[in-house]
């Protein structure tokens, strides 16, 4: 069961590529327009606080000594402790840390959760290297970084690459360095070992929880509403899963193998236990009541109330983003929609959902996995389920507000939010040295 | 205040890992990094008596396991000690944390001593150089000490104050047991007794008894016994029998449990029951256990029901509330028949429990009502023994080894996940 979870994790990637991050930067750029901020405002709250690189050696099973490199960037510790993933992939490199721990720092703002942002990364395929030598690996980056980490300093979680087990690790390491039980100091553990309830589904649930209130700013009925959801892994198939029960009509799904569509709603229940036998969704067409479409990318163009996109980046552009019928739009992934697709959306009035809110439910379920470690007491997935839903609710009514206020997108708003959390506490807090 | 357990009884516990280590199937290995202490000590303590003169104790401190938290653990006053007792209750507290899911290791310690022969004052000094020894070793976060045999609130002040004036913080989550001027919980009733009557509730409701008029025989009438006769009695259970030192009373149509409070609570014992309230004193106090009655808790001292008795029992579950009531081989003819015993390690650990939800509450600095910690101690006794059953019903296995599995599994996982650091 656990090992399912851990497998799970390992294949999911919820953060941006760079181009996503460029796209990024420009919303960021436009919403310091926005708030008419200084050249100097925008520097301190845009650049990383304090960048690490370190060289690991690591004694590999035939004896031999491998030299690898890590990195740990934490963008900004104004709200709180740095918060963000460590990612174990070969193209992993000091620019893409940097911009995806800028990224979680308005990720984090923006849920109004007591957390900066941070991300690390070691540059390794860890599918080449035996267990042992991922274990030694693991402790070894910690150690080299134990005094960055903390529980109020620094709180890694798993990212592309790493999973449970590392995060178990990384704080056995840090515990016996200090001599104490300090789970606090990463997030992302089994729940054996102080993890929380609540965690394979955070993001999905999330995500359900924007979509209602948009839904009902929009005045559409959940019940009788359709749904496409692009992809089908963590983020896609519980999206769809939730969706479904909550009574929408979840009309196509779709992964690498291709998109399938039924009007009539397909039974998503099924889709999972044909899962249960097939990594994909290919041939799912001969045991449940679905088509296969041709051209998987119209998918996005169907005639339904909402779409989620949580596959890759750069999904809609200003290619297609003019045949987009859907009213309400999602962003399960990171960066589905181009900077250029974004305007004709815009012009279109199709109300889009930015994905650092959106998809801010993994880290909302992180930071509360931090404060049960905190207490050394732990809540129940109902009391978690309560506390996701109030702190999504919460920052989707925010950036709506913002949006409204200032006559800007969703997406703009959400940072124009983020930055206002950051840059008035940065004020309050002044200049240490 | 802990029922004192002996030698004998923790190698029963012993025998039970070793059979959930069977059962299953670890490897030697994974066996052999779980069963050790950790570490231990071996101190002595040097402490001045009144008359001037100084004695040097010899005391105790084993931390088993901080696999799943830091270790929790009872200190213990008394003169019969030794390390391998320490050892064996520090390893089974490690085993009771884990089958209660809360997240902790286990540790023990002890100064060989009669706190009975000592003055306040000694006492105070012993206990100050007893934490003062510990005081890199013991802390919220590593090791948590709790008050047991021959140890009590009063102890654990001293314990807080010490390890708080070292460190010039205020660390009442260092020590359990506290006083509720001190850091301790509001309780409306003992947590040991809220256990034991929970269990014994879903231990009904599994058998299909119908708790109300349930027919309930309580051995002995301290803290728990007394506390459990009121909760079941609450319940709608109709108490038939009670026991103390002073022999065993009995009433078929039922005793009035408020009535024997009162008397036990002025007399301090049951002595004279039977001129007060409407019971027959027994002529042989060791036929309480034979009594037709659904439900028998014995909580009072070990060895109680044994392979001479066993088959006179007629009740159809047995709450171990004192440790090791049931002898292993009368444990093994009622499981045969059909007898649900519900163990020690599982019944009575509503105390631990206890004490963990002190040690939340001082890390939060936030405290709660003591309806709050009820309903808390019934949510994490009540799932444990859920889990624990569910176990026991798959496999066709008692109760017992199932909460020693359930436990096991636990902490080899925990184990597992954490790797070796160095």
Not at chain 1, 147 to 171: C, K, L
Not at chain 1, 325 to 337: C, Q
Not at chain 2, 67 to 82: A, E, N, T, Y
Not at chain 2, 270 to 299: H, N, Q, R, T, Y
């Amino acid at each position: 069961m656990v090992e399912k979870e851990i497998d799970a994790v390992t294949t999911q990637s919820i953060d941006p590529p760079i181009s996503a991050f460029e796209n990024a930067l420009k919303q960021f750029d436009a919403a310091a327009k926005v708030l008419n901020l200084t050249k100097n405002q925008i520097a301190v709250i845009k650049e990383p606080r304090r960048v690490m690189e370190v060289q690991l050696p690591v004694r590999m099973d035939d004896g031999r000594v491998e030299v690898f490199r890590g990195y740990r960037v934490q963008h900004n510790t104004t709200r709180g402790p740095a918060k963000g993933g460590v990612r174990f992939h070969q193209d992993v490199n000091l620019d893409e840390v940097k911009a995806l721990a800028f990224w979680m720092t308005y990720k984090c703002a923006v849920v109004n959760i007591p957390f900066g942002g941070g991300k690390g990364g070691v540059i390794i395929d860890p599918a080449k290297i035996s267990k042992g030598e991922l274990e030694r690996l693991a402790r070894r980056y910690f150690a080299e970084m134990v005094d960055m980490f903390g529980p109020d300093r620094d709180v890694p979680a798993p990212d592309v690459g790493t999973n449970p087990q590392i995060m178990s690790w990384f704080m056995d390491t840090y515990s016996m360095h200090y001599r104490e039980y300090l789970p606090a100091v990463v997030t992302g553990k089994p729940l054996e070992l102080g993890g929380s309830e609540g965690r394979t589904e955070a993001t999905a649930q999330g995500i359900v929880h924007c979509i209602k209130e948009a839904a009902s700013h929009l005045k559409i009925d959940l019940k009788k509403s359709t749904v496409a959801v692009q992809g089908f892994g963590n983020v896609g198939s519980y999206s769809a899963k939730i969706l479904h029960r909550e009574g929408c009509k979840v009309v196509a799904i779709s992964d690498v193998s291709g998109a399938y569509y039924d009007e009539g709603g397909i039974d998503i229940p099924a889709v999972f236990s044909y899962l249960k036998d097939h990594r994909l969704l290919e041939g799912i067409e001969k045991t449940i009541k679905v088509q296969k479409m041709k051209n998987a990318m119209e998918l996005l163009e169907l005639p339904v109330d909402i779409l989620v996109p949580a596959a890759l980046e750069s999904q809609i552009t200003s290619k297609n983003a003019g045949r987009i019928k859907a009213k309400l739009i999602a962003e399960g992934a990171n960066g589905p929609v181009t900077f250029n697709a974004d305007k004709v959306l815009d012009e279109k009035k199709i109300f889009v959902i930015p994905d650092i809110l959106c998809n801010a439910g993994g880290v909302t379920v992180s930071y509360l996995e931090w404060v049960q470690n905190r207490m050394g007491y732990y809540w129940s997935n109902e009391r978690i389920q309560e506390d996701l839903a109030r702190l999504m609710k919460d920052a989707f009514k925010s950036v709506l507000e913002t949006s409204e206020q200032y006559k800007i997108s969703m997406r703009v708003a959400a940072f124009v939010v983020s930055i206002q959390r950051v840059t008035r506490v940065a004020e309050m807090r002044g200049l240490y040295a | 205040m802990e029922i004192s357990r002996t030698l004998s009884s923790l190698s029963n516990v012993m025998a039970e890992f070793d059979a959930a280590a069977k059962y299953l199937a670890l490897e030697p290995d994974q066996i052999a990094f779980i069963k050790q202490p950790r570490c231990s000590l071996k101190l002595n303590l040097p402490v001045q008596l009144d008359n001037g003169r100084i004695r040097v104790f010899r005391a105790y401190h084993t931390i088993h396991s901080i696999m799943r938290g830091p270790s929790i653990g009872g200190v213990q006053f008394r003169p019969d000690i030794d390390l391998e007792t320490v050892e064996a209750l520090a390893f089974w507290s490690t085993h009771r944390c884990a089958l209660l899911g809360i997240p902790f290791g286990g540790s023990y310690g002890a100064v060989e001593c009669d706190p009975s022969q000592y003055s306040v004052g000694e006492l105070e000094r012993i206990s100050r150089r007893y934490i003062a020894e510990l005081v890199d070793l013991v802390k919220p976060n590593n090791d948590v000490l709790t008050s047991d045999i021959g140890t009590n609130q009063q102890v654990m002040c001293w314990f807080m104050d010490t390890y708080s004036a070292h460190f010039g913080n205020f660390t009442p989550a260092v020590v359990s047991g506290k006083p509720k001027d001190l850091g301790g919980v509001a309780t409306l009733v003992n947590p040991a007794a809220i256990g034991v009557d929970l269990c014994i509730i879903q231990a009904c409701r599994h058998l299909g008894v119908d708790i109300k008029n349930a027919k309930v025989a309580i051995q002995g009438f301290g803290k728990v016994g007394m506390n459990v006769a009121r909760l079941l009695s609450k319940a709608g259970a109709k108490i038939t029998a009670v026991a103390d030192i002073s022999g065993a009373y009995f009433n078929e149509r039922g005793i009035n449990v408020d009535e024997v409070t009162w008397h036990q609570q002025s007399y301090g014992i049951l002595d004279g029951l039977e001129g007060e309230v409407e019971v027959e004193k027994l002529a042989d106090p060791s036929k309480l256990f034979e009594l037709p009655v659904d439900i028998i808790v014995p909580a009072a001292i070990e060895l109680q029901i044994t392979k001479e008795n066993v088959k006179n029992v007629k009740a159809r579950i047995i709450a171990e509330a004192a440790h090791d009531p049931v002898s292993p081989i009368a444990d093994k003819i009622l499981h045969e028949r059909g007898t649900l015993v519900i163990p020690d390690i599982l019944c009575n650990s509503g105390g631990v429990t206890g004490y963990y939800l002190e040690w939340v509450q001082n890390r939060m600095g936030y405290y709660w009502s003591a309806e709050r910690m009820h309903e808390e101690v019934s949510r994490i006794v009540g799932l444990a023994f859920d889990e624990a059953m569910s176990i026991a019903k798959k496999g066709l296995i008692p109760l017992r080894l199932a909460a020693a599995v359930l436990a096991c599994k636990r902490i080899v996982r925990a184990a597992e996940l954490r790797g070796v650091y160095a």
